[in-house]
């Protein structure tokens, strides 16, 4: 096998593995378009990384945190309901980080390389960095997991039990925000929220606890690496898009099969 093959399949699976808890999640709290707005703002922090000269994924969480502190503020006030705020905050975030990219006169940037991702191209400098991020991330999942379950299950009760539910409200974004960061090279901005979501979602129906279903989320996001890899060596179609296909034939599949029960 290629080089270059291996690299994206060890990039990808890094990813499916990081992905699937941190998916759980978003599906159990529905903040799916949630993590479509943070993903919108990236190419917002990777052209900021450019223009103040630092490394694009510092720029993306700088970005991410700056729009979650954002959105909590706002959905604070209650003026507008979450779903407006977060298409507000969406497509005027994407919007502008495309405008922004027009300024880089001097700097040639692939867009369809952040939009969409170029697994084949991830070196071994990225693996490192996603690995990193994700280890990083991971640990935090796991310090965190028992009481994010619990403001999960009922935010009103983790309030009334001491818990800080503003404060892991923000972590999470956070976490989501450093997932986004290492991700976009090997799915794209426009595509990570559905190696996020498809996974997980596929594996809810065969789960009884919450670890069973981030662990089965991860192995399903893997799988959808794998055969979207080979149907892109075989058939010669884009790696980022060919996983999310993959992934969305696994749902479709485990929607055939009887679930479990309890």
């Known amino acids: 096998m290629d080089d270059f093959m291996v690299r994206a399949l060890v990039a990808g699976c890094g990813i499916a593995a990081l992905a699937g808890p941190l998916g759980s999640f978003v599906v159990w709290r529905r903040m799916a378009y949630f993590g479509d707005t943070l993903a919108h703002s990236a190419l917002l922090g990777v052209t900021l990384g450019f223009l103040l000269g630092i490394d694009p994924t510092v720029g993306v969480v700088a970005v991410c945190v700056v729009l979650a502190l954002l959105l909590t503020a706002l959905q604070h006030r209650r003026a507008l309901a979450s779903d407006t705020v977060l298409g507000i905050l969406s497509h005027s975030s994407l919007s502008l980080g495309l405008v922004a990219v027009a300024f880089l006169e001097t700097l040639r940037v692939d867009l369809v390389g952040y939009l969409f991702g170029d697994i084949l191209a991830v070196t071994s400098d990225d693996i490192l960095r996603i690995y990193a991020g994700g280890a990083v991330a991971l640990a935090g999942m796991a310090l965190l997991w028992r009481r994010l379950l619990a403001v999960t299950v009922s935010e009103d009760l983790a309030q009334v039990e001491g818990m800080p539910v503003v404060a892991l409200r923000l972590a999470f974004m956070l976490l989501i925000a450093l997932v986004i960061a290492v991700a976009m090279k090997v799915v794209g901005i426009l595509l990570i929220t559905s190696l996020l979501i498809i996974p997980a979602a596929a594996a809810r129906r065969f789960a009884r606890t919450p670890e069973e279903m981030a662990a089965l989320a991860a192995v399903i996001g893997m799988g959808a690496v794998v055969a979207g890899m080979l149907a892109s060596l075989n ?13 969305a034939a696994l749902f479709l599949a485990a929607q055939m099969v009887p679930g479990r029960s309890g």
């Open 235 to 247: 058939w010669d179609l884009p790696g980022g898009p060919s996983v999310v296909v993959a992934a």
